[in-house]
């Protein structure tokens, strides 16, 4: 059965946050489809500068999906914006998982849906997560499941999150067979993370 990915997208977000994840779930068609939707639809800008097509939020009519939300400078606008954060919030609470890259996990977390959940982030931007002592945020970790929430580490380790997440939903052949594909090594164990020592707290 196919099950709809809502990319839920905003001003400067991080392009390989987005295009990570979706260059693997895209290899899946018969189980992904991916939609892109943003606040206000139209097109919507990376801090790389990619312009990417999206719908608005208002006009979602999916049932059953899945959320993936990404990181990227565009956060911090978001995170102070109350309506977003509703909008937000309803979102993630009806979807069957909710998949965050990067800074997506603290746009999540001011939701109050982590609270009481593990999780993890950029680890570049660690430091912020002290803004949300509810939530049990994990360092060491490329990436971290908690039930039908999955958060990763920084722009890249989205892609080792998909991978993990296809390997759950499919199986593992089906998650190597697609890091075959795209010719990347995927790093199966989500507790190592070479990057979490380079930023102390």
């Known amino acids: 059965m196919m099950t709809d990915i809502i990319v839920l997208l905003y001003p400067e977000f991080e ?32 801090s790389q500068q990619v312009p990417v097509v999206t719908q608005p939020i208002s006009k979602m009519e999916s049932d059953e999906y899945i959320l993936f939300i990404p990181g990227g400078s565009g956060i911090f606008p978001l995170i102070t914006n109350e309506s977003f954060i509703t909008t937000l919030r309803t979102l993630a609470a009806n979807a069957l998982f909710v998949l965050t890259v990067c800074t997506g996990s603290l746009l999540l977390a001011k939701t109050g849906l982590l609270n009481g959940r593990r999780a993890t982030s950029n680890k570049r931007l660690f430091s912020i997560t002290r803004k949300f002592p509810g939530v049990d945020w994990i360092k060491k970790s490329r990436w971290v499941k908690d039930g039908s ?40 164990d989500r507790e190592n993370d070479p990057f979490c020592e380079l930023y102390p707290d």
């Open 149 to 188: 929430l999955y958060t990763s580490s920084g722009v890249s380790a989205g892609i080792d999150m998909a991978l993990g997440f296809v390997s759950d939903q499919i199986g593992y052949d089906a998650a190597t067979e697609v890091s075959r594909i795209i010719e990347y090594e995927w790093h199966e």
């Open 15 to 46: 392009t390989l946050d987005v295009f990570g994840p979706v260059e693997v779930f895209g290899l899946q068609p018969e189980s992904f489809r991916l939609l892109f939707y943003s606040p206000d639809g139209g097109v919507v800008t990376s």
